[in-house]
């Protein structure tokens, strides 16, 4: 193949593109926790999730989070091209602060639970998740 300037250009764009791909889903998971906490620390503790280490099919993954204090559970697949899963909210009379539902992953990759305690403070978990058969086209 010879290397003309054209060449080099489109080599060039769709290098840029394929690198900017993660970045993109990223920054969209940043985003989505910034939203959540207003731009607090996290930190850890108050906040469990439980979700499988290898889910065969991405289509119905199942997790669980819980925390003893929590106002909030937001709860994010980092990997999926719009991260946002759910929102939790549980009001001073609940009689349990645990959600459990099935998510769609489109691949390996870490599912996040931030939890907004009832002092304002936030708590984070994380789980790596291995799918073998993407949930979203994949």
């Known amino acids: 193949m010879e ?3 054209r ?3 489109l080599m060039g764009t769709g290098a840029l593109l394929i690198a900017g791909v993660p970045l993109r889903v990223s920054s969209a998971t940043e985003d989505a926790i910034a939203a959540f906490t207003g731009g607090a620390d996290v930190g850890v ?3 469990s999730l439980i979700a499988p ?3 065969e099919n991405g289509n119905t993954v199942p ?3 819980a925390s003893e204090t929590a106002a909030e559970i937001l709860v994010l ?3 999926n091209p719009t991260p946002g899963v759910a929102i939790f909210k549980f009001g001073p009379l609940s009689a349990s602060r645990a959600a459990s539902t099935r998510i769609r992953l ?9 939890a907004k305690l ?4 936030f708590v984070q978990a994380s789980s790596t998740v291995k799918v073998t058969i993407g949930g979203c086209g994949g």
């Open 7 to 9: 060449n080099a250009i």
């Open 63 to 65: 997790i669980e989070v």
């Open 45 to 47: 503790g108050d906040i």
């Open 53 to 55: 280490e290898i889910a």
């Open 77 to 79: 697949a980092t990997g």
């Open 3 to 5: 290397l003309t300037r």
């Open 118 to 121: 009832e002092d304002g403070s």
């Open 106 to 114: 489109a691949g390996t990759q870490d599912v996040v639970a931030i």
